[in-house]
């Protein structure tokens, strides 16, 4: 480890209704791995965009070499020696590795110099290269080495590694692990973004942990262990708790039972055996770091993926898991996606128009084909007002409403229908906290009305402020449950990093 | 310094009352352009917009003509809103026209020395089947093996021309026809009613409001046609919502055949008469142009319908009068959806231009 390289001072970035980046300070030093970890949110993308010339910061210096450092773009980054490997790969499928090195480089080179510079680094760096097989052919690992070289073809002095072993098996972590140790010895940098704890101790040197955009703790990695890695990621998060058991019924209505589903795609998380039980008028909440299965597991659950490949789900002794979505919705089971703008409601349409996405057999919105209008409005005032949307009327757009109007729009559509079991993800994502503490509200109100709420979230406060049960999806795989009010932060959090004790 | 080349942003907000100006934005930017060609020809540009816009529709007659080809576009474009406000880009409603012609005629042909009132109804039918089969075809290879439905239905008006070409000059060739590639004429009563003694605009100017009419309330007011827009908006919601995808395209494809079919048919029974190869001077293509110049509007695409009508006539005039190719009648319908994709994108989107260190 060496001196400074990169000083990063008051970086603050803000965007509408949220600060991203809070005063973000610390220093990289050179010749080193440097991980930044937080949760999804914490700001970690916004950073390294800014290091990268994608993001402008809105206020703050960075320091290259004891130099002033500002970019515009990715290219000039490039130019004064950052490089990134993003984590979903650029690269043109039809063509082969060397055509797509060739349309990666700025300056004009031949393909005798590339190929003599590639064999250098292919052996420097152990990256073996199968220069004329077209991108289509190669693993997800073999795409990001073809990543990799086309970014040292440029030689950086830093290289930003973007969750890079999100797509890798772990024989292909361990082989990226040596690339990364010979990249170090000869004196470059990596910055290492990720929310796996276990890399973090084994792989880097120092680590700066983030949260709610702010820094937590910049120290070298070798006196931590995950577990004191996992509670300074999270916090000291089981401050209020005021989860309330009393009305839960031990009658389980929704049940599943030995999920598995394939996907062949690098970019989606297979499921592996996923099993969990609801009871009438629980809260359960399934937790972890995005990309682990949570939307894989909601498009099975909502319906609108019943491609399984083994497993069932069982509802008031009925077997749901062929059915497609409003067949489910006919049993009085509903669902908010993560996605409001294009998933659960159409930004393009009025209020009014949204209700309809979600119909239940008690609504009286649809006669002989005929859309009854009146109906569909007079539901969208009663939600408007008893769920305190703020908009100039059911006429509105969706896309004119604020995130947290918007949700509450949502949510209030789906829980006007009184239903029997509500699958709701990431409830609160994104929006302002006051909408946040009054959709909380409404669903703990839910819950003690008898209905049965499953959670997606990768907030963990969220989910222990409301929930009964926690269960943690990592990899396609979900931890047996854990009573909330007796759970262990760092338990939680070794579960969410891919650690199992 | 700036950059030389401008960036496209997308806008956080497009103007909605700009979205209703489009269409005359690109109607004006369109006569300007074609004022300039007109000077570059060394034509006075008054005279020739005039010869080319004015004229034609001067007269009764004119009138009559202008709704003779604004029917078949007006009906095209309408059954074409169904796919595109679906997302779905059928544009092979020039071969849907040409199978519902060869239907809907094969009947005229099958029943030519019959007269009697059943005949034109089931024409017009057997021209909505034609269609509909036709445009079928695509929706069938997009939903069971996921083609591209711009290439299967574009491949396939050729297709269609070609058995129209194959029929007139051989099986259903006119025996009495010299060997002209032509079919025998239709009996009077398979012939769509003209609505005026001695013009030619015809019962097909009835059936295409008709049908606009219903289309505008199944848009506006069916389940079928919220779940036409959501899908077109948003697959994903479509999916939430439960909305059965599949089932929408075929219904789509299969409207905007029976339309295209219908119009293929009014053609042949109505203006012409007969089968032979050139029934349409490619309203199926133009048709599209209409749609998106009527902003898939059952009104907007009335007057779009009757504006694109209007360079058809003036492109003959122009040949008349001022020596001009009618091909300009073409360069004038480009320019329109040049300009209406244009105005389209800097609606959604701007240009900015980056700076320079």
């Given amino acids: 480890m060496g001196d400074t390289i990169l000083n990063i001072e008051n970086i603050t970035k803000s965007f509408p209704r949220v600060i991203a980046n809070k005063k973000v300070t610390f220093d990289i030093k050179k010749n080193a791995v440097h991980a930044i970890l937080g949760e999804n949110g914490a700001g970690k993308s916004t950073l390294v965009k800014i290091l990268y010339g994608l993001l402008e910061p809105d206020e703050g210096n960075i320091k290259l070499n004891n130099k002033d450092f500002k970019v515009n773009s990715p290219a000039e980054a490039r130019k004064q020696g950052i490089g990134m490997v993003f984590q979903h790969f650029s690269l043109f499928d039809s063509l082969s590795v060397k055509e797509n090195l060739i349309l990666g480089i700025d300056e004009k080179m031949s393909y005798s110099d590339l190929e003599n510079k590639l064999e250098n680094i292919s052996s420097r760096y152990n990256l073996p290269l199968d220069l004329d097989a077209p991108i289509t052919a190669l693993s997800a690992g073999e795409k990001q080495r073809v990543e990799i070289v086309r970014i040292l073809l440029q030689d950086p002095q830093i290289l930003i590694m973007d969750e890079p072993t999100s797509v890798l098996t772990p024989q292909e972590v361990e082989s990226l692990f040596v690339t990364l140790n010979a990249l170090v010895k000869e004196g470059r940098t990596i910055l290492y973004i990720t929310h796996k704890l276990e890399e973090v101790i084994s792989i880097c040197d120092t680590v700066t942990i983030m949260r709610s955009g702010e820094i937590i703790d910049t120290s070298s990695t070798a006196n931590q262990t995950a577990k004191t890695l996992a509670t300074k990621m999270l916090g000291q998060k089981l401050d209020d708790l005021k989860t309330n058991y009393g009305h839960i019924k031990d009658e389980v209505n929704f049940e599943v039972k030995n999920i598995s589903c394939d996907f062949n795609d690098p970019f989606l998380t297979d499921l592996k055996n996923i099993s969990f039980q609801v009871r009438v008028g629980e809260i359960y909440g399934i937790a972890g770091v995005a990309g682990n299965g949570q939307s894989e597991l909601m498009d099975i659950l909502t319906g609108e993926n019943i491609n399984i490949k083994s497993g069932s789900i069982t509802f008031d002794n009925k077997k749901i898991e062929k059915y497609g979505p409003q067949k489910r919705r006919d049993l009085s089971i509903s669902f908010v996606p993560e996605n409001r703008l294009g998933h659960s409601a159409v930004p393009e349409l009025s209020l009014s128009e949204n209700i309809l996405l979600s119909q239940f057999p008690k609504n009286n919105f649809i006669r002989n084909g005929i859309i009854l209008k009146n109906n569909v409005d007079d539901f969208a005032n009663n939600v408007i007002n008893e769920f305190k949307v703020i908009t100039p009327g059911n006429d509105a757009k969706a896309s004119s409403l604020s995130g947290g109007n918007l949700q509450k729009y949502v949510i209030g559509r789906e829980i006007s229908s009184k239903p029997k079991i509500l699958i709701i993800s990431h409830p609160t994502w994104g929006i302002d906290a006051g909408a946040e503490h009054s959709i909380r509200e409404s669903l703990i109100e839910l819950s003690q009305n008898g209905t049965s709420i499953i959670v997606i979230s990768q907030d963990l406060d969220e989910l222990i402020e409301i929930t009964h049960k926690i269960s943690v999806i990592y990899d396609g795989n979900l931890s047996k449950p854990f009573k909330t009010s007796e759970i262990e932060i760092e338990k939680l959090g070794l579960l969410m990093g891919g650690k199992n004790e | ?357």
């Fill in chain 2, 1 to 357: 310094m700036n950059s030389l080349f401008p960036s496209i942003v997308s806008r956080s907000q497009s103007s909605s009352l700009m979205n209703f100006f489009v269409p005359i934005i690109s109607i004006v930017l369109t006569l300007i352009t074609g004022s300039i060609i007109f000077v570059l020809l060394g034509f006075d540009p008054v005279y020739a917009l005039y010869t080319f816009f004015i004229s034609p529709i001067s007269s009764t007659y004119g009138i009559s003509e202008l709704f003779v080809k604004a029917t078949p576009l007006a009906l095209i474009a309408i059954g074409l809103s169904y796919c595109f406000k679906n997302n779905i880009y059928n544009i092979g409603a020039e071969g849907q026209l040409t199978m519902g012609a060869i239907f809907g005629g094969g009947i005229g042909i099958l029943f030519h020395d019959t007269n009697a009132f059943w005949l034109l109804p089931l024409m017009i039918f057997a021209g909505a089947i034609g269609g509909a089969l036709w445009g079928l075809i695509p929706a069938i290879l997009k939903t069971k093996f996921n083609t591209n439905e711009i290439l299967t239905s574009l491949m396939l008006v050729y297709v269609a021309l070609f058995v129209l070409d194959y029929l007139v000059v051989g099986p259903w060739k006119d025996p009495f026809g010299y060997s002209f590639p032509k079919s025998r004429p239709f009996s009077e009563s398979g012939r769509m009613p003209l609505l005026f003694d001695g013009l030619r605009v015809h019962f097909g100017l009835i059936i295409t409001l008709f049908l606009i009419f219903i289309s505008w309330f199944i848009f506006s007011k069916t389940i079928f046609g919220f779940q036409l827009k959501v899908s077109g908006y948003s697959p994903k919601a479509a999916r939430y919502a439960g909305f059965n995808q599949t089932t929408l395209v075929f219904f789509a494809f299969a409207i905007c055949g029976a339309f295209a079919g219908i119009a293929g048919l009014a053609e042949v029974s109505g203006p012409i008469g007969l089968l032979y190869r050139d029934i349409s001077p490619n309203y199926g293509f133009t048709a599209i142009i209409v749609a998106f110049l009527g902003r898939l509007h059952p009104i907007g695409i009335i007057f779009a319908s009757l504006v694109i009508a209007l360079t058809y006539l003036g492109a003959e005039d122009a040949q008349l009068f001022l020596q001009i190719p009618s091909a300009v009648g073409f360069i004038f319908q480009g320019l329109v959806l040049f300009y209406l994709l244009g105005a389209e994108l800097l609606i959604n989107y701007k240009l900015t231009y980056k700076k320079l260190l």
